[in-house]
Structure formats: structure tokens, C-alpha cells
Nanobody, 115 residues
Framework: QVQFVESGGGLVQAGGSLRLSCIVTGSPFISNTIGWYRQAPGKKRDWVAAISSTGTTFYADSMRGRFTISRDDAKNTVYLQISSLKPEDTAVYYC?????????WGQGTQVTVSS
């Protein structure tokens, strides 16, 4: 079973940046497309971006430009770089495959952006 451990969140001022990390264990990491998701307070969880096993990247339309997803296969880790942070980016960020109904979610990492 695939497991996800997210980290790197925190409290930042608007305009700042963060790099989130997701360590993936329990599965051949290299064969998985891994995505980042986020859930703002009182809202449903939304897909943000994904990266395939070959490094092809995909972004939700509203996330293009400020979000960059990358992966380090040697470390079984997927990253999400967020720049020019806005208060509306405040959310818990999670990673999972593109079939999140098949794997349990990790604990997520909280990103809070102050104005």
C-alpha cells in the first residue's frame, strides 16, 4: 500500500514562497504519477498539480504560473514549489496518486498565508 508523508508547510507572509515535500513509500515510486491536492477551510479538496513517472507535469488551470511540481526518484520525493503566495492559498496540502480513492491520505501539511 502506498503511503504519503507531507512536510514543508508553515506560516508565511503574502508574496513569500514555500517548497512542500511528499515522501512516497510502500510502492514502486518510479511507476506512479503523483499529484498534489489542497483543502482550504470549509471547502472540498482540490487537485493542484501532478507529475508522471517520466517527469511530465500537469497543473490545474488556476494553479499555472505560481506552482511548480518536481520529483526526485532517488529520494522517493515529490515537491511542490509555491511562489508569490496569496492568502487564498491557505490550505492543508496533500499528495496522492491520481486515484486517491485507492490509497489513504497522509496527514497533509498546513500552509497559512498572512496578508
Amino acid at each position: 500500500q502506498v503511503q504519503f508523508v507531507e512536510s514543508g508547510g508553515g506560516l508565511v507572509q503574502a508574496g513569500g514562497s514555500l517548497r512542500l515535500s511528499c515522501i512516497v513509500t510502500g510502492s514502486p515510486f518510479i511507476s506512479n504519477t503523483i499529484g498534489w491536492y489542497r483543502q482550504a477551510p470549509g471547502k472540498k479538496r482540490d487537485w493542484v498539480a501532478a507529475i508522471s513517472s517520466t517527469g511530465t507535469t500537469f497543473y490545474a488551470d488556476s494553479m499555472r504560473g505560481r506552482f511548480t511540481i518536481s520529483r526526485d526518484d532517488a529520494k522517493n520525493t515529490v515537491y511542490l514549489q509555491i511562489s508569490s503566495l496569496k492568502p487564498e492559498d491557505t490550505a492543508v496540502y496533500y499528495c496522492n496518486t491520481l486515484r486517491p480513492d485507492l490509497q489513504p491520505w497522509g496527514q497533509g501539511t498546513q500552509v497559512t498565508v498572512s496578508s
